[in-house]
């Protein structure tokens, strides 16, 4: 079982920037360097989307839209993941969630990871 916390979600106006961490803890933590972590998030009113993810190899994927503004990585001494958020925009706005999954292949799919955080809340205003 891993516990995983993000934390860093604010107000920001848009074209400003901002970095989420979220790390892991629980009893198989030491497994984190194995686990493909990724960000989604969902906006009121919307379906949780995926956002970015980090392979195990720390190969990066990106949803189109996020694409050459967020970049994501890992440390796994630290068993965290950080999402560096630039040039955000008013549709950027939700609630970011951390997600872990086991299985080595990567996937999009929320539905498809293991493990969540409790999200954190991201809101860019004019």
């Known amino acids: 079982q891993v516990e995983l916390v993000e934390s860093g979600g604010a107000q920001v106006q848009t074209g400003g920037s901002l970095s989420l961490s979220c790390t892991a803890s629980?009893?198989?933590?030491?497994?984190?360097?194995?686990?493909?972590m990724a960000w989604f998030r969902q906006a009121p009113g919307k379906e949780r989307e995926f956002v970015a993810l980090i392979s195990r190899n720390e190969i990066t994927y990106y949803f189109d839209s996020v694409k050459g503004r967020f970049t994501i990585s890992r440390d796994n001494g630290k068993s965290t993941t950080y999402l560096r958020m630039n040039t955000l925009k008013l549709e950027d706005t939700a609630v970011y969630y951390c997600?872990?999954?086991?299985?080595?292949?990567?996937?999009?799919?929320?539905?498809?990871?293991?493990?969540w955080g409790q999200g954190t809340q991201v809101t860019v205003s004019s």
């Open positions: 997600a872990a999954r086991r299985d080595l292949s990567i996937s999009y799919r929320p539905d498809l990871y293991d493990y």
């Open positions: 629980g009893p198989t933590v030491g497994s984190f360097s194995s686990y493909v």
